[in-house]
């Protein structure tokens, strides 16, 4: 399914080829949590801004409106209108980030809704038999994501259960692909290399689940507030021993440069809310360098948000317009920055396969990873 077409040092440039089309890698995975890009953008609209992966949620779609309902709307794909590849994660994060109380078992984790309170039990089953009923193209494995920093041996503990965790995981959707009502009876399965800021438990956790032949691997638990240098050191740590022919998935990264940074380390697959939350207070992405459309000094500033791009925001409107369209509160400004951000990232990622392509991706790194982080300097 995954096909390494070529490196450049440790960058790799891929293709996974899927039931919902085929995915050219490095790639960014756009964010709709919900269903729906936070933005007021739509799923036919993802395809004109280069978007090859939407990315939805289990937890919240298990909340709201209830998987059992999209499986019966033909699955989360036709439900949204959105064509092409998609990933559901886990709903083990936002359980442990979001939920009110909660109590982890062998079994799995008994917690409150972050909604109205309800009480909810999700373990390795439940949570492939939602995303069975999303139907999306890859399922994420259930894991437990602790935060940084954590005691050694619970985080130990912790990687271990992740494992086992992962078996019941590839049990129940082996089980669940077989039924005649299955929504993708193709959909894969990525497992999740734990053990927080600790290089020997990533290691010893990522030998573990390599050997449970899953179609793709992520590394999960990282981007949660520790510093940038650490996550670059625990994928330093761990990508040697993450299998070369599956793709390589770094869970909730990142800026632009962190993506630069990861790609030049190995990896495949990103995700993150970034482009489309900075977006909707005004902070826009450059190949300059990144602006706040708020700032006095944009008043009255005729250009485009970035010369050289072809958005189609770019193409149509001034800085000083969608400025005002913040100042007054309009909702179509934060559309239109949405909109030119999700474009930039996958724009980025184009430009990160073609300088692959042409084995010019560490030019295409030295130029960039410095400057895709900076303000865009004044006058520009």
């Not at 960014?28 to 890009?37: E, H, L, P």
């Not at 295409?364 to 900076?374: A, D, M, N, S, V």
């Amino acid at each position: 399914m995954f096909t390494l077409l070529k490196t450049e040092g440790r960058a790799r440039r891929g293709i996974l080829k899927t039931v919902h089309g085929d995915i050219q890698t490095p790639v960014f995975m756009n964010v709709g949590t919900s269903g729906a890009i936070k933005g007021g953008v739509s799923g036919p609209e993802l395809r004109e801004l280069k978007c090859q992966v939407e990315l939805s949620n289990t937890y919240h779609l298990h909340v709201r409106p209830g998987d059992r309902l999209i499986h019966d709307m033909g699955g989360l794909r036709r439900f949204m209108n959105w064509d092409g590849p998609m990933l559901t994660d886990s709903g083990g994060f936002q359980i442990f980030s979001l939920a009110k109380l909660r109590k982890i078992t062998e079994e799995g984790v008994h917690f409150q809704s972050h909604i109205d309170g309800a009480k909810i039990f999700m373990g390795p089953e439940e949570s492939m038999r939602i995303q069975s009923n999303l139907g999306s193209t890859i399922a994420m494995a259930f894991d437990e994501c602790v935060s940084n920093p954590a005691p050694y041996a619970y985080a130990r503990d912790s990687a271990k259960r992740t494992t086992r965790w992962l078996e019941r995981c590839i049990a129940e959707l082996t089980r669940l692909n077989a039924l005649p009502d299955t929504v993708n009876p193709r959909q894969m399965l990525f497992g999740i290399n734990q053990g927080c800021t600790y290089p020997d438990l990533r290691i010893d956790h990522m030998k573990q689940i390599s050997e449970l032949d899953c179609d793709g691997y992520a590394i999960g638990g990282l981007a949660v507030g520790e510093e940038t240098s650490v996550m670059y050191e625990i994928i330093d740590a761990v990508e040697p021993y993450m299998p070369k022919d599956k793709p390589r998935y770094l869970m909730g990264v990142g800026t632009p440069c962190n993506i630069l940074e990861a790609v030049w380390r190995g990896v495949d697959f990103f995700d993150c809310v970034m482009p489309s939350r900075n977006a909707r207070h005004g902070n826009l992405f450059t190949w300059g360098g990144r602006i706040n459309l708020l700032n006095e000094k944009y008043a009255r500033d005729p250009k485009p948000v970035d010369t050289s791009c072809d958005c189609p925001v770019c193409r149509r409107y001034s800085r000083a317009y969608l400025r005002h369209l913040f100042k007054a509160q309009e909702i179509l400004g934060m559309r239109l920055a949405v909109i030119h951000n999700l474009y930039f990232y996958n724009t980025l990622m184009q430009r990160i396969r073609d300088a692959l392509d042409a084995g010019e991706y560490e030019r295409f790194y030295q130029t960039y990873r410095i400057r895709l982080g900076e303000r865009l300097p004044d006058g520009e």
